[in-house]
């Protein structure tokens, strides 16, 4: 059977409506992204076989899993699902909850491959012990090594990181990160957060409402969002209304509330056109206050800071431009760059908005 | 002690747990498991015997299975069953007023499998039956035992419907608790207190056995 990897078209209204198309290919790891109820975990639940959406056509390396007259149950499919709570079998040891999902084979292999998937789950001399004594990491191992037991086709994550303290789920990244090296197949990943979408995955499906509004690589759908409501939804903060007032060879001007702005060349637009057009936090760049630096001449803009705060090594801040008060901007910047610049608060600063970094997007109407 | 009673109420509560074993999965897991139309309907049926006087179950059955006419006719014509004041006729009566007793139990321990259980169980390759047996039925088993249990005890001691349906034939219908009733009838009190003693030292053990079980399994995969 060639190994294509996997491709799902689903429809319907009722009673969760979907308008979903995704493919994965073999080796690739595709995330499923979107806000709580936007349908992540029944687009998986459908790829298992444990949901039948009412229109659906899936496909997995030339095998039909569902189309207008079949539905292969997912006990015939070669899925393996990675429960967010784990669901791991609790009468039965971690060696019995591996060995349950393993093709049917003599005991000596099935043992054999067992030790396997423990030891390539760094969970060698554990076999022994029920989930109840394992801890959230040892236990979603497990579940991947079950998964892994089936010899999957493909390969799905239901939010297998939400219950695992930040630690853990540093060190669970890392591992799928290897992991996935010697998996030849597709592996989809349902998860809320963007932060680790962007992290894990070769390309993203943003789903809203039932609806994949937007795929491609985590970079695209953070710069490069089709909507300004793919854009809020990937959580970028600095997205306003502007209009097109020149096209040139080369750039692109805005008038942002009377604010003039170049913008790299971006000929779909017409002049006179109503845009929206963002720029991530990463995008605009701090002015030092000692000496003047490369890029101050590029959409120079001032403002004063109305809110500071640091997390996670970086400081964020948020500022009221000078020219058109009612607008505020959110930068993100090292906390040394914070710290050497003295930012609080109250503080007058000048900053660049690149041009290289300004993206449009249809406007209202 | 009449013996005779205490081997017939033990061969009548062995036969109504072993009828009520399957009856009891079976309908326990489609009430935990699934919605349908018609499931409370289904649900009020077997819990009616709960509320309902054994003498108005008891005299349901009598009607029912009236051999001179209806459903009794046919059983007696068809198939040569008379259900009235015969132990398969107490065995019909006894299934029949232990469902809540067997069914409760059953329900609320499949009920009490997560969804995702039976889900990974299916993404394993298990299909409808392994799922069952490998993964249901050992995680459900302290709640079917629980049942059985019940119904055992609840058998042991039913007194109403039996008298209602079997009357009181010895070695026919004569349970235990029929019995030590026509031996008080009779003034035979200390033949009536062995027997009362048999019946209340059993009970307590079965009911002990059954909530032992229930807490043993509420800690045992926490």
């Keep these: 059977m060639s190994k294509t990897g996997i491709s799902v078209s689903l429809s319907q209204q009722q009673p969760i409506p979907l308008q979903v198309k995704l493919t994965c290919k073999p080796g690739e790891l595709l995330a499923l992204t979107g806000p709580s109820g936007s349908g992540k975990t029944t687009v ?28 292969l149950p997912a006990h015939r499919r070669h899925v393996g699902l990675v429960f967010q709570q784990y669901a791991l079998f609790p009468h039965l040891t971690v060696f019995d909850n591996i060995r349950l999902a393993l093709p049917k084979q003599s005991k000596v292999e099935q043992s054999r491959e067992v030790m396997t998937l423990l030891a390539q789950v760094h969970l060698a001399g554990l076999e022994k012990r029920y989930p109840k004594q394992l801890s959230g990491g040892q236990k979603q191992r497990v579940a991947v090594a079950r998964a892994l037991a089936r010899k999957p086709a493909v390969l799905l994550l239901d939010e297998p990181f939400s219950a695992v303290d930040q630690v853990t789920r540093r060190k669970l990244y890392r591992e799928l990160l290897l992991l996935r090296q010697s998996l030849a197949i597709p592996i989809i990943l349902v998860t809320h957060d963007l932060e680790e979408s962007a992290l894990l995955a070769d390309k ?76 991530p936090a990463s995008g605009i760049l701090l002015h030092r206050r000692d000496r003047p630096s490369r890029g101050e001449k590029e959409n120079p803009l001032s403002g004063r800071i109305v809110e500071y705060f640091e997390i996670n090594g970086q400081a964020h801040i948020c500022v009221t431009v000078d020219q058109t008060p009612l607008c505020k901007l959110s930068i993100n910047v ?10 609080r608060p109250g503080e007058a600063i000048g900053f660049s908005v690149l041009a290289q970094h300004i993206h449009l997007m249809p406007g209202k109407g | 002690m009449d013996w005779l009673a ?47 006087p054994p003498t108005v179950l008891g005299y349901y059955l009598l009607v029912s299975f009236n051999p001179d006419h209806g459903l ?64 249901e039925l050992p995680l459900a088993w302290p709640g079917i035992l629980m049942g059985l249990i ?13 008298l209602m349906v079997g009357g009181n034939i010895p070695g026919e219908t004569q349970t235990l608790a029929i019995a030590i009733y026509e031996k008080m009838q009779l003034f035979d009190r200390p033949a009536a207190s062995v027997m009362a003693l048999t019946l209340l030292i059993f009970s307590m053990l079965t009911l002990s056995l059954s909530f032992w079980l229930s807490a043993r399994s509420e800690k045992r995969y926490v």
Aim: hydrophobic content about 50%.
């Design chain 2, 150 to 162: 019940m119904t055992f005890a609840h058998t042991l001691g039913e007194f109403g419907i039996v």
């Design chain 1, 334 to 343: 090292p906390l040394h760059v914070a710290q050497r610049n003295r930012l």
């Design chain 2, 72 to 135: 009794g006719k046919w059983l007696a014509d068809s198939f040569d069953l008379r259900l009235i004041f015969s132990f398969e006729g107490l065995v019909l009566a006894s299934v029949i007023f232990n469902l809540p007793f067997a069914i409760q139990p059953m329900q609320r321990a499949f009920s009490a499998i997560p969804v995702e259980i039976r889900e990974a169980a299916q993404c394993c390759g298990l299909n409808h039956w392994r799922v069952l047996w490998k993964i």
């Design chain 1, 204 to 279: 993203i499906a943003l789903l809203h409402r039932g609806e994949v509004l937007q795929t491609g690589a985590p970079e695209t759908l953070l710069k490069r969002p089709q909507t300004v409501t793919i854009a809020r939804l990937m959580d970028q903060q600095n997205v306003f209304e502007g209009c097109v007032i020149e096209q040139a060879p080369n750039q692109t001007t805005l008038n942002w509330h009377g604010i003039v702005l170049y913008a790299q060349a971006q000929p779909d637009w017409p002049v006179g056109g109503k845009v929206y057009w963002m720029i």
């Design chain 1, 44 to 71: 998986l639940r459908a790829i298992a076989g444990l949901y039948r959406a009412k229109n659906g056509q899936i496909e997995c390396n030339g095998e039909i899993w569902q189309d207008g007259k079949r539905f």
């Design chain 2, 6 to 52: 205490f081997n017939l109420s033990i061969k009548l509560s062995l036969v109504t747990v072993l009828i009520l074993l399957p009856v009891g999965i079976l309908i326990g897991r489609l009430l935990a498991n699934r919605r349908f139309p018609g499931r409370f309907l289904l649900q009020s049926l077997i819990t009616l015997p709960l509320v309902l």
